[in-house]
């Protein structure tokens, strides 16, 4: 019995010093995943997702906002998931701008194409 006891307290106690480690270093995670959102909405922004994606560049905002305030007084899960909540709206702000911005540079070839094709025709005996 007092074998077990003696294997059992030392791995407890390990558990336990793995644990609050664990729980600490929860800070730098969530710092960085608020910088990474962060960056995230600046390049959605440079993408024009604010022109063409306002909704999603809102929710973007928003939530970085909140994991912002969250990391402040330490509610760093609650700062991780809100950082990945923006950059998932960032990020999806960004792919709407880009798919507007080729949808309108397809309009204007096709737009030059039956251009073309009107003066051809023209053209033709």
């Known amino acids: 019995m007092r074998t077990c006891t003696k294997i059992f307290v030392p791995v407890l106690g390990g558990m336990a010093v793995t644990l609050l480690v664990a ?3 929860l800070k730098t995670p969530a710092t960085s995943e608020v910088a990474v959102s962060s960056a995230a909405v600046e390049g959605a922004v440079s993408a024009g997702g ?3 994606a306002p909704v999603e560049m809102n ?3 928003s939530k ?3 994991a912002r305030q969250a990391l402040s007084t330490k509610g760093y ?4 998931r809100l950082a990945d909540a923006s950059r998932a709206d960032a990020k999806l ?3 709407k701008a880009n798919s507007a ?3 309108a540079a397809a ?6 194409i039956r251009v073309l094709r009107n003066e051809i025709k023209r053209n033709s005996p």
């Open 101 to 103: 911005k080729a949808r």
């Open 107 to 112: 309009d204007a070839l096709d737009e030059d």
């Open 64 to 66: 970085l906002a909140l």
């Open 59 to 61: 929710a973007a905002r």
């Open 77 to 80: 899960e609650q700062a991780i």
């Open 93 to 95: 702000a960004q792919a």
């Open 50 to 52: 604010s022109e063409f």
């Open 23 to 25: 729980c600490s270093n």
